[in-house]
């Protein structure tokens, strides 16, 4: 019988349909020794019959019951560079490369993880089950739950079930102790046996049976440790008083010879060889054993429950004197540390434990348990030796702990270890993995060697199995908790034996059947004390030496039968031994006897006194007999022991034994047949002891479900209410807070099989019995209290039915089914199903009603129900299910209560995680699928609810399932895929025909549906996607709404970026939930998951989470956090409001690393998934087979722009670029159109925005961007005209974004890395040479920048034309630059300020209002300086701008005549009316805003700033420009105010004219820059323009204050004296030179070459009229190289300098573009100095006079002159000429016509003065006539001077 039970497990999943796993109980697999009570004739005893097949028979375990996933390969995850102008990428490379695992040892175990799906961050492989090629990207779904496990959202589910472990497991933590060796100072020559337990010391308590041990002589082991056994003990919660108890006994000493007391001597023994050999000898031939000696180690130290030992007293046994390598301290503390969380064992390094324990206890005297802690007992002495003992704690490896048997173990077949343990090392750590995996194959063995494998320790090689034995734990008979073991033992303890006289007592115990004869064999039940021994049948006590009271301490096991008489009993026989070895062996005598029957103590632990029979004579068990019987001590109850029974046969509650007993009479019909004994014994149940009623569970129920299969109407209803009443009270007295009883879900999912189809279903009659009780409740009736507690334990009800059902169908088609095929539905009776709907529908009602009154109990009913058809759908016809379903539905329909919409969202939920859900039918044959439909609806009308919580769970619900089918391995085949995306594609249609249910969710439900919608959308084929995007163009707008709203959600933000944006700790949070907040766009479980891995610590094994070590392990107590880092995550938890960003900052740096790489991966997952929608868009739209806006095209520039303007990595813009090319490719005719002008300005602005990036791959795909717009510019336009005046406009708008300037170590600004890069891009895209390159880089075709035009094969790419637009971008960038660097000195500078927005102004040129604007900064900035002249020329070339786009559109008053009047007051203007003005018109820019009001505007602003700079004449011709337009706008108002402003300049301009005083509007001055500190100043010349009060020492100081402030270092500041050359070569490097020359403008008639001194004075009225580009100034200097000389050597040079514009110009200095210089020699000076004092003369004579008030002025200044000329004061000028020339050596050195002309021109001097001396004779009157005559005399004596070197003077004079 035996061996046909210990079969090879079977598994009803051997074939693809069974869902049952038989897991063989434990009965078959190892309690061998059990045997002869399974072969007892038990078929009298029915219920001892289902005892043991309640222990014995298999576990029917539903496979399917709990779910099914099946995980595919992790995720991998790589590291996403994302980067913005201010990124850093080396930093972000070297944080990539720190996230890669250090070394080869790092596993994924090293992970943080908590959840079932562990994590792999960084990995260069993608999982298998990837379809990379079909998309651009991975699924957005695992980087948006990298940590989904299923299990853990499952368990959230109200009233969800959980697996539990086998019934027999536990989570007790379980050590092996193993007693290594033996020693002492004497030494080891007899054999020793010892027994090791459990031991409570301070109830003076054993806690487990003891566990035998033998240590033989050294020399008799010869290598032998087979008999070095392990036993397992069992510990519960620590405490200080479990201790392990240690008594050793040797061979009784024989009397004279060599005692005991040799151990203990204090000085060292050597015993002789006669002694040896004696001790071995004896040790041979005495069977008797003497108590050794003891001793006591404590599990627990003082730091986990109080010090070690305690108070101890002087005689306690406890002295700390363990010496070795290990103390009892150390012990007890490595003990603690694995046994203090009473946690399952972990195979964990370090576990064992070696200690050697020297505190023994010499034995003196006999003693009980209960006495040898006794303080007033003598104290013992201390045994000299050692023994060593290997405490190990448990790593259950291959199968639970509990398997183990007490008395014996499993049998493991050596050839099956190698496959056992490769299987398991492969298994998950889950338990219902261990239970679904489990090839668990028991082979039976002989039963001659009972033996134990299957505890592995750690540290010791799988394969090396050792003999461990499981010590029975006595608990176990105290716990409430159900037997699931066979075990039925009873415990002998004699205590005492209290004699007259002194005795050498031993005892022996046996167990016999009957008393009818004493000489038959006694029953072989006595488990040996040896390993490998079979059953004995008797056992024998230590001997007690020479006591009157002889004290036991022995133990003494026996299996009981099956069947208990009242004949059984212990037969218990005194011996006395002479202990003096003679010729023989020494021979025991009997002196007495004693009996006790065994079914007068069937209690779980009793003390017993019994007297003691001289002899034994038949039927000494008699009461009536006893008178005949002969007593020792005059039958005084001298012999005490003690029973302690452990059996889960016989139970010791009296009302179960009486209840098993009526049960035996009903089914063998020896009561009444209406059974009303066994009615009251089922009554009585409610009145049994809890504890009874537990460990009696599994055959009660069994038994009960027995009845109310086939026990007639009364009985049925009776088994029924009292199986409620039993599973109420197990539910409250036994929960541990759960809403499913552990014992009775284990009852359910292993131990009720059914009865093995041994008699018909229980489902039946269960549906029948509990149908009616509720049809009675349905209809009013009264039936009591009890149906409360039937909806209670609905749930097991409902679950056994289910199980019956499904047992039925797996044993129905277990042997007819072909191999392969489905186990086809279970065929119900129409009866049975009819009674089931009644009571499914019974049920809905309650849930109904009592949801309405707000009973959270109608949740769990709610789930229940669910459960049922969740489990149903696998068993009978799915459409039989969706009857119910549809009564749930309908039941709940519409708007109901929140509870009631709560029920019905629990219920979808669970219904849809079936494993078939997504393969399941419609009601009707044509229905696609019913759940699905019903689960989308009331999806949506929740989301559409006002309940917050609601809308997140039903979010939740979406993404789960959305998981579990892309993460389970069977839904990986893409037709799998896309058919689930077509059973969810309804929800999308349902989201856009009510889109506002989508924006009033909130951000984190928002998320969850989004990503949701992006799944769906992935695997959707094309043709799908077509259909959504054919029903109207704004339905087709909607759905790519859906896909901003998904770029907006889920793009990744640096936590800088978050940093700006107000978190404050003070914030609300809008989202509303409680758990902290880690991250704001992936899933919530992530919350939950980081908060979880954040509060643990880290081992480094998977058992106990991927966590990580303390940061500070002395700061840790029980009440402190483990570690800093969480004290901060408490502290920012406790905060309201919490920051995510002090959330994150709180996790260890692995989570965080963690945390950012699974951001940006979902980041760039969703960017490439709504980039391949898009581009699969573009594709249909191409084609013409949409609804969309065929004219803009607005769903594709939408989406384009929301990718370009979001933080992306490079592995998008890798894929995106392809993308651009070909949208731009097909598309490019309307988008490059002007109604696209928006997008297309915010695309140029996003590429230039790339081209700074410093990634080096993104910066050239953005040049090469910008180089597809120039084509489709050539193709569609011929040029780039448009295109030039966008990038303009948007590298403006970039230059405010970006940082142009950077800071050098010397303070000064210069060129920062973004406007390199951007330099660098802009050259590269009009770098022809680079072309070819960029173009393969970036994985475009080779003629992607080709332009040819329909039937034309002429390229109209120009890289000409791209050259030029390059320039002009470079243009404008450098002019930003210069700006910016100029930022710091703007205010000191001003010269160079105004430059810079000169500079800008012409950059911009091309953009009116650009240009416009920069002109008016300018305009501005010269106001501040009072530069009036310039800042009226920039509002005459903002006027001539606006004329210049009115002129061209030809709507405007003006025409070009008008232009050229404006050129020439600003000649800086130019002349051409620009064409192409069209162009520039850009949404929000160009000649659109240019109106003939803003050019008034400005041109009376030129009229107002010029009048203050009193140029008049440009006054006149501005308001000349102004009066045509009012008079066409016939505005004579306006007329008549600009014909007055007109009067009054040009009596300005007459009365400038009139003046004596010469009017002069500036002073010029030249000025040179020479030093390498000045840059590109460097070796310049400029020509500044300065106010007319500003002379030559004010302009120096002003320069020098500018330059000075701005150097620094070392250089310094020095001013060239003289206007001399320079010759830079010769300057000192280190000193910067300016040289400042005042210089004179140059008229446009002016004879440059002329030797006459220049005197503005001079020079005509219409000087003032003019603008100026020629300066010049004269420089005296000689042939010998001074500066200075006599006239003779006096040579001068004229330097002519031509500017780069006229004055007045838009800036106040212009650069020299053009030097010439002419020289004068001596005497050409001299000439030239007669001849302009004669000019000026002459012009004064010469110059008309219109009225005698004229004349005064014009005497003062002929006065003047004449006195300069020839008074004799001054007359030495012209005396000096003719001595320095017309005398002696000089005069010789003249060439001819030198001389000639010198003679000229001094009588032509002569002439003139003489001539104006007459004039003034007839202007002066009487007060001048001195005057006159001075002037005549002075004349007179020049004339006489001059005839000495011209005699012809006289003559001509």
């Known amino acids: ?58 576990w029917e375990v539903d496979e399917n019951k709990y779910g099914h996933y099946e995980s595919v390969a992790p995720s991998s995850f790589q590291n996403q560079i994302f980067e913005g102008p201010d990124t850093d990428i080396e930093t972000e490379m070297h944080l990539a490369s720190e996230r890669l695992p250090k070394n080869d040892n790092v596993t994924y175990d090293d992970v943080p993880s908590t959840s079932g799906r562990q994590m792999s961050e960084v990995s260069l492989h993608k999982p298998s089950f990837n379809c990379q090629d079909m998309h651009f990207g991975e699924s957005p779904l695992p980087p948006y739950e990298p940590t989904f496990d299923w299990e853990n959202e499952r368990s959230l589910i109200v009233g969800q079930r959980t697996p539990e472990t086998l019934p027999t497991h536990t989570s007790r933590l379980k050590i092996t102790v193993k007693v290594m060796s033996l020693s002492f100072q004497a030494g080891l020559i007899e054999p020793f046996y010892g027994t090791i337990c459990l031991y409570n010391r301070d109830r003076k308590e054993k806690l487990s049976e003891d566990f035998h041990f033998c240590i033989l002589p050294t020399e008799g082991q010869d290598g032998n440790t087979s008999l070095l056994r392990r036993a397992v003990f069992s510990l519960d919660a620590p405490s200080m008083s479990i201790c392990l108890l240690i008594q050793l006994e040797k061979t009784a000493t024989e009397e004279g010879g060599v005692t005991a007391s040799v151990y203990s001597h204090k000085e060292p023994i050597h015993m002789t060889e006669r002694e040896k050999q004696k001790l071995q000898v004896w040790s041979r031939i005495m069977p008797c054993r003497q108590s050794f000696a003891w001793t006591i180690i404590p599990l627990f130290d003082g730091n986990n429950c109080t010090a070690i030992g305690g108070s101890a007293s002087p005689s306690s046994p406890l002295t700390p004197n363990a010496s070795g390598p290990t103390s009892l301290d150390t012990f007890a503390e490595h003990v603690s540390k694995i046994a203090l969380d009473g946690k399952q064992a972990q195979n964990l390094t370090g576990d064992s434990v070696i200690i050697e324990i020297s505190n023994l206890n010499m034995v003196k005297e006999s003693y009980t348990e209960d006495l040898f802690l006794d303080p007033k007992r003598k104290v013992h002495k201390p045994v000299k030796g050692v023994l060593k003992l290997e405490v190990e704690k448990l790593h259950i490896t291959l199968v639970d702990a509990d398997y183990i048997s007490e008395g014996g173990g499993r049998i493991i077949d050596s050839n099956d270890i190698g496959d056992r343990f490769t299987e398991t090392s492969l298994r998950k750590h889950h338990n219902h993995d261990i239970l679904g995996n489990g090839s668990l194959k028991f082979i039976g063995t002989n039963r001659m060697n009972i033996h134990r494998n299957v505890l592995t320790p750690s540290g010791e090689d799988h394969l090396n199995f050792s003999d461990d034995l499981e010590v029975f734990d006595f608990r176990r008979m105290t716990r409430s908790e159900p037997f699931s073991q066979l075990f039925h033992c009873l415990y002998v303890y004699p205590l005492t034996v209290s004699l007259s006289r002194k005795r050498n007592l031993f005892i022996r115990i046996e167990m016999r059947k009957d008393d009818a004869d004493i000489q038959k064999q006694p029953l072989e039940v006595v488990f040996p004390k040896d390993q490998g021994h079979t059953f004995e049948n008797n056992a024998h006590t230590q001997i007690v030496f020479g006591a009157r009271m002889a004290c036991y301490h022995d133990e003494v096991k026996l299996c009981l039968p099956a069947i208990l008489t009242s004949q059984h009993h212990l037969l218990f026989t005194f011996f006395h031994v002479d202990l003096q070895m003679k010729l023989e062996a020494p021979k025991p005598v009997i002196i007495g006897y004693s009996a006790l029957p065994l079914t007068s103590h069937i209690q779980l632990f009793s003390d017993v006194s019994l007297p003691i029979l001289r002899e034994l004579v038949p039927h000494y068990l008699q009461v009536n007999s006893k008178e005949r019987f002969d007593f020792l001590e005059d039958g005084k109850n001298v012999f005490k022991l003690r029973l302690r029974l452990c ?6 509650n009296e009302r179960i034994r009486d209840f098993f007993l009526e049960y035996d009479r009903h089914n063998l019909r020896t009561s009444p047949p209406w059974g009303s004994e066994l009615l009251e014994a089922i009554n009585s149940f409610k009145n049994v002891d809890s504890t009874a009623l537990l460990q009696f569970l599994h055959p009660i129920l069994n038994l009960l479900l027995r009845l109310i299969g086939d026990g007639g109407e009364t009985l049925q209803v009776a088994a029924f209410r009292a199986m409620v009443n039993i599973l109420t009270r197990v539910q409250q007295e036994s929960s541990d807070g759960a809403d499913r009883n552990s014992f009775l879900v284990k009852y359910v999912d292993y131990a009720f099989n059914d009865f093995g189809g041994r008699q018909a279903p229980v489902y039946a009659g269960l549906s029948t019995v509990w149908g009616s009780l509720a049809r009675s ?39 007819s089914l072909p191999s392969g095929e489905d186990v086809p539905p279970l065929q119900l009776k129409e009866g049975v199903f009819r009674c089931i709907i009644q009571l499914y529908d019974c049920l809905l009602t309650e849930v109904h009603e009592r949801c309405k009154k707000g009973l959270s109990f109608a949740k769990l009913l709610n789930s229940s129900l669910a459960f049922f058809c969740y489990d149903l759908l696998s068993i009978i016809e799915p459409r039989q299910v969706f009857e119910l379903v549809s009564l749930y539905i309908d039941k709940f329909a519409g708007v109901c209560q929140s509870i009631l919409h709560d029920c019905k969202l ?69 037709e799998d895929k896309l058919y689930i995306a077509q059973l969810y594609f309804p929800l999308i249609g349902q989201i856009l025909d009510e889109m506002p249910v989508l924006y009033n969710l909130h951000a984190i439900e928002k998320r969850e549906v989004l990503i949701v919608i992006l799944q769906i959308i992935r695997n959707l084929d094309d043709s799908s996607l077509v259909k959504a995007w054919q029903q109207s163009i704004a339905r087709t707008r909607l759905f790519f709404k859906l896909l901003e709203e998904c770029l907006i959600h889920f793009e990744h933000k640096k936590p800088t970026d978050n940093m700006l944006l107000g978190c404050s700790s003070r914030l609300p949070d809008n989202e509303g939930h409680d758990s902290p907040k880690y991250s704001d766009s992936l899933s919530p479980a992530i919350n939950t998951y980081l908060s979880e891995a954040s509060r643990q610590e880290f081992r480094g094994t998977p058992e106990n989470g991927y966590l990580w070590h303390k940061v500070s392990p002395q700061l840790s107590s029980s009440n402190q956090p483990y570690s800093l880092r969480e004290a901060l995550a408490q502290a920012q938890s406790s905060r309201i409001g919490a920051t995510t960003r002090a959330l994150r900052e709180s996790l260890h740096p692995i989570l965080r690393q963690k945390l950012e790489v699974w951001e940006e991966n979902l980041s760039t997952a969703v960017s490439l998934q709504v980039l391949e929608i898009t581009n699969k868009f573009s594709v249909a739209a191409a084609s013409q087979s949409i609804a969309t806006d065929y004219g803009k095209l607005d769903c594709i520039t939408s989406m384009m722009i929301g990718l370009f303007s979001r933080s992306q990595p490079l592995a998008f813009w890798k894929a995106f670029f392809s993308v651009f090319n070909y949208i731009f490719s097909v598309h490019g005719a309307t988008l490059m159109a002007r109604e696209n002008d928006r997008f297309m300005k915010q695309v140029a602005f996003h590429l230039l925005r790339l081209a700074v990036f410093r990634n080096d791959s993104i910066r050239k795909r953005a040049v090469l961007g910008l180089q597809i717009l120039i084509r489709n510019s050539f193709y569609y336009f011929t040029n780039t005209t448009r295109l030039r005046v966008m990038l303009t406009i948007t590298l403006s708008e970039l230059m405010s974004d970006i940082q142009v300037a950077q800071m050098k170590p010397n303070g000064n600004l210069e060129e920062s890395g973004e406007a390199w890069r951007l330099r660098k891009s802009l050259e590269e895209m009009a770098d022809q040479r680079l072309n ?21 094969t002429d390229n109209l790419w120009s890289w000409s034309e791209v050259k030029y637009l390059s320039d002009s971008l470079l243009l404008a960038l450098d002019a930003a630059l210069e700006h910016a660097v100029l930022a710091s000195v703007m205010t000191v500078d001003r010269y160079a300020a105004a430059e810079s927005y000169h500079k800008l102004a012409m950059a911009y040129a091309s953009v009116p209002d650009l240009h416009i604007m920069w002109l008016l900064h300018l305009c501005d900035a010269h106001q501040e300086m009072q530069s009036w002249a310039e800042a009226a020329q920039c509002a005459v070339a903002v006027a001539s701008v606006i004329l210049q786009a009115l002129v061209g559109r030809n709507d405007a008053v003006w025409n070009r005549e008008h232009v050229a009047s404006l050129s020439k007051i600003c000649p800086m203007v130019s002349n051409a009316v620009a064409s192409d003005s069209s162009a520039a018109e850009v949404e929000g820019y160009g000649a659109s805003k240019l109106t003939v009001d803003s050019a008034v505007k400005y041109l009376q602003l030129a009229n107002k700033l010029f009048s203050q700079a009193e140029l008049y004449h440009f006054c006149a011709n501005i308001l000349e420009l102004i009066i045509p337009v009012y008079k066409s706008r016939r505005a004579y108002g306006q007329l008549a105010k600009c014909h007055t402003s007109l009067s009054s300049i040009y009596d300005s301009i007459l009365e400038q004219e009139s003046s004596p005083i010469t009017f002069i509007d500036a002073t010029y001055y030249r000025v040179g820059f020479y030093g390498t500190w000045f840059g590109k100043l460097d070796r310049k010349e400029y020509v500044y323009r300065e106010p007319r009060d500003v002379r030559l020492g004010d302009i120096m100081e002003k320069l020098s204050h500018i330059y000075e402030s701005k150097i620094v270092g070392s250089h310094t500041l020095h ?20 040289q400042i020359t005042a210089v004179d403008p140059v008229m446009e008639d002016e004879d440059l070459e002329s030797r006459r001194e220049r005197i503005f004075s001079l020079s005509t009225g219409s000087l003032r009229t003019q603008v100026f580009d020629r300066f010049l100034f004269d420089t005296p200097f000689t042939k010998n190289g001074k500066t200075q000389g006599g006239l003779e050597d006096q040579w001068k040079r004229r330097t002519v300098l031509q500017t780069e514009g006229s004055f007045p110009a838009l800036v106040n200095r212009l650069l020299v573009v053009k030097s010439e210089s002419l020289e004068f020699s001596p005497v050409e000076n001299a000439i030239g100095m007669i001849e302009t004092r004669t000019a000026a003369l002459r012009n004064e004579l010469e110059e008309p006079r219109s ?71 007839r202007l002066i009157g009487e007060e001048d006539q001195d005057f006159h005559t001075q002037l005549v005399n002075g004349f007179q004596s020049l004339t006489a001077e001059l005839s000495h070197y011209i005699p012809a003077i006289l003559s001509e004079l």
């Not at 059996?647 to 010791?652: G, M």
């Not at 009890?786 to 797996?810: G, H, N």
């Not at 003062?1756 to 004061?1769: D, E, H, K, P």
Request: some cysteine; proline content about 4%; hydrophobic content about 40%.
């Open 647 to 652: 059996s889960s046969l016989i139970p010791v």
């Open 1 to 58: 019988m035996l061996m046909a039970e210990l079969h090879i497990m079977e598994d009803y999943t051997s074939s693809s349909g069974y869902r049952f796993k038989r897991i063989q109980h434990r009965l078959c697999a190892s309690n061998s020794e059990l045997e002869p009570l399974l072969n007892e004739n038990i078929d009298q005893w029915p219920h001892l019959n289902e005892l043991l097949q309640c222990y014995k028979a298999d």
């Open 1332 to 1352: 070819v390159q960029l173009i393969n880089d970036c994985g475009l075709p080779g003629n992607a920048l080709e332009a040819f035009p329909e039937n034309s």
């Open 1615 to 1634: 001013i060239i004296p003289d206007s001399r050359q320079v010759n830079a070569e010769e300057l000192q490097p280190d000193v910067c030179y300016l």
């Open 906 to 974: 629990t219920f979808l939920q669970i219904i849809c995680d079936h494993d078939l859900f997504v393969e399941m039918p419609g009601r009707d044959p044509s229905d696609r699928n019913y759940l699905s439909s019903v689960l989308i609806q009331e999806i949506f009308l929740t989301l559409d609810h006002d309940d917050l919580l609601q809308r997140a769970k039903a979010a939740r619900i979406l993404v789960v399932l959305m998981c579990k089918h892309e993460f389970d391995s069977r839904y990986q085949k893409l």
């Open 777 to 815: 409740k349905a209809k009013g009736y009264r039936v009591g209290p009890v149906y409360d507690d039937v909806l209670a334990m609905a749930w097991f009800f409902l679950e056994l039915i289910v199980k019956s059902m499904a047992l039925e169908q797996s044993r129905l088609f277990y042997h």
């Open 1747 to 1817: 009225s005698e008030s004229d004349q005064l002025p014009r005497l003062q200044s002929l006065q003047r002159i004449l006195q300069g000329s020839v008074a004799v004061q001054v007359n030495s000028g012209v005396l000096s000429v003719c001595k320095a020339f017309l005398s002696g050596e000089p005069a010789t050195r003249l060439r001819s016509q030198e001389l000639q002309q010198l003679i000229a021109a001094l009588l032509e001097f002569m002439a003139v003065c003489k001539r104006a001396i007459r004039v003034h004779f």
